[in-house]
């Protein structure tokens, strides 16, 4: 009896717990991988010269996006004036078809404005596109302004010299 006891804690419980943990985590999903490099064209309604897109409306300009898991920070290398947005990404919805809306939580500027981004990103799509809205709280009320970005490819390391 104590052997049969003994078998079931040594065994019978790790692979309880691990049944448990695979169970609760089988509709979990990753946050997608968007850093890199975008080219992003930008529309904003405000007039506000320290409201406005970063590089004019329509006007094509680089984003920066390093991520690490659910951090993020956004730079616009062409605008050195301008800090970077540190935010923390959340997945709004994701279908199987690879369309998945994300948002910015929590995204300020170093000097403490609050902004807002929300975007769909097409994962379908080569390469990957991005399309959404983005807002800062201090100017036009919040009004958003639209972008569409388009990540760059990674450059190719393998037949380099060194």
């Known amino acids: 009896m104590r052997t049969v006891l003994l078998y079931i804690v040594i065994v019978g419980l790790p692979i309880a717990g691990t049944s448990i943990v695979l169970e609760s985590g089988r509709n979990l999903q990753a946050l997608p991988a ?6 992003v064209q930008t529309s904003s309604h405000s ?8 590089a004019g409306s329509g006007v094509a300009t680089t984003m920066i996006v390093e991520q690490s898991g659910e951090n993020l920070v956004l730079s616009l290398p062409a605008n050195p004036g301008r800090p970077p947005l540190i935010g923390r ?12 809306s994300i948002a910015l939580q929590e995204a300020r500027s170093h000097g403490g404005a609050l902004f807002a981004f929300n975007a769909t990103i097409d994962q379908t799509a080569v390469p990957f596109v991005m399309e959404g809205t983005f807002s800062a709280a201090a100017c036009d009320g919040g009004r958003p302004g639209t972008f569409r ?3 760059s490819p990674a450059p190719d390391h393998q037949g380099g010299s060194h």
Do not use: K, N
Request: aromatic share 4%; charged share 15%.
């Open 34 to 39: 968007i850093g890199g490099t975008w080219t």
């Open 47 to 54: 007039t506000d010269q320290g409201c406005a897109s970063p």
């Open 149 to 151: 970005a388009i990540l």
């Open 89 to 100: 990404l959340r997945l709004v919805r994701s279908d199987r078809a690879g369309i998945t």
